[in-house]
């Protein structure tokens, strides 16, 4: 299931320079809406329903964590900043800027606000021939038919042509240049999350943790000195075979995979966890398992102010959890910065998100992607 809604909006614009119009709203949409990940091509049809210039049209996919109720006030802002100034009661009306909100994921809404799938959709070839540019597994929810056979019962007889391609925001970030990126963080930094979002983006394969299975976990919490050994054996066993059975399906020279985990992590929290003995003991077999495991191309770690791990660690409730001191997460961290000192032949990029909120704020995310961009440039 994903972390994220599929969104469709239809885009139109037959005032002032309309190509202009549809490139700044697209960019508009990208940076505070939600992630812009298909751009159809640039149709020309004439005014539908009135007598006026023709319109420019395309149609966009975009991921969002947000309600289909939020994503329209959205937009509807993002008109507004356009110069889009909508008068009730008129009819149909020339506009610089037209955003409309076609589908969301495969729900059926209605409101007074919002009806969701479009219900004219399927009568309107400007809104169906740039859908079908976005190559999407989606039917209509109340219809039951994907694009291209909506589009072969419209009765749409109106000309549309194309004009030309559009750019997509997400283009210049070439994230599937690295066939392996590791995401790596303190308890609660968020890489789970960023991890997922970023698979859906950029389609890619995940290998996600399975932290929430291991039986060691909250007993440690209760009574660390005793459980701090079968602990961290148990997770380096499992993270072994984890990352050993879902690196062996595929193929590290042709998928793009994303983990919100390394295996070095195993030793950076033995380090801190256990007893000088146990560590030597520890150590002697995690580097006969590290000298098997690929190494990621790109390793990102998420660095996170304590005080803010806390927070998170808090909002996301798990019991065994609530009482972890921040003393104990600056040694985590602590850990984490000494290992990246340390480790000359592995491809490292530092973001500092203490300040940042990349799944309420968009903008916060794509500060992700451009320090993720700046270091594929260097």
């Known amino acids: 299931m994903k972390s994220q809604h599929q969104v469709i909006l239809s885009l139109g614009s037959n005032q002032g320079n309309r190509l202009e119009n549809i490139e700044t709203c697209i960019a508009l949409i990208h940076q505070g809406i939600g992630t ?66 076609i589908a969301f994921d495969e729900e059926i809404i209605e409101s007074e606000k919002l009806q969701i799938p479009h219900p004219l959709m399927q009568n309107r070839n400007f809104v169906l021939l740039p859908l079908q540019d976005l190559n999407l597994d989606w039917k209509h929810p109340i ?95 499992d993270r072994y075979q984890q990352l050993s059975d879902d690196l062996a399906q595929f193929d590290l020279f042709k998928d793009f995979l994303v983990a919100d985990y390394h295996i070095f992590k195993s ?59 921040a003393e104990y997460l600056d040694k985590i961290n602590s850990g984490y910065l000494d290992y990246i000192k340390s480790q000359t032949d592995l491809n490292v990029l530092i973001i500092d998100v203490s300040d940042r909120d990349f799944v309420k704020n968009q903008e916060d995310y794509l500060f992700i992607l451009e320090e993720i961009q700046k270091k594929i440039n260097q």
Request: proline share 4%; charged share 25%.
């Open 36 to 101: 812009v990940i298909k751009v159809s091509r640039l149709y020309e049809s004439p005014s539908w329903g009135f007598d006026s210039d023709a319109f420019y049209n395309c149609a966009l996919l975009i991921h969002s964590t947000s309600s289909a109720q939020k994503i329209l006030a959205q937009v509807l802002k993002v008109e507004k900043k356009l110069g889009r100034v909508r008068s009730a009661g008129l009819g149909y009306q020339s506009r610089n800027i037209d955003i409309d909100l």
């Open 143 to 237: 219809l039951q038919k994907n694009i291209s056979e909506l589009l072969a019962l419209s009765p749409d007889e109106s000309n549309c042509t194309i004009v030309q391609d559009l750019v997509n925001p997400l283009q210049h970030i070439a994230l599937e240049q690295f066939n392996y990126v590791a995401f790596e963080g303190n308890i609660g930094a968020g890489k789970t999350t960023l991890a997922t979002k970023i698979s859906e983006d950029f389609n890619a394969k995940t290998v996600l943790e399975r932290f929430a299975d291991n039986p060691f976990l909250p007993k440690f919490y209760k009574d660390q000195n005793r459980y701090a050994f079968p602990l961290e054996m148990s997770f380096l066993a």
């Open 267 to 325: 030793l950076i929290f033995a380090k801190i966890t256990l007893a000088e003995d146990e560590y030597r003991l520890y150590r002697n077999l995690f580097d006969i398992i590290y000298r098997e495991m690929p190494k990621p191309d790109l390793y990102i770690y998420l660095y996170q102010n304590s005080e803010r791990l806390l927070q998170n660690i808090k909002k996301r409730g798990r019991s065994y959890e609530q009482k972890i001191p």
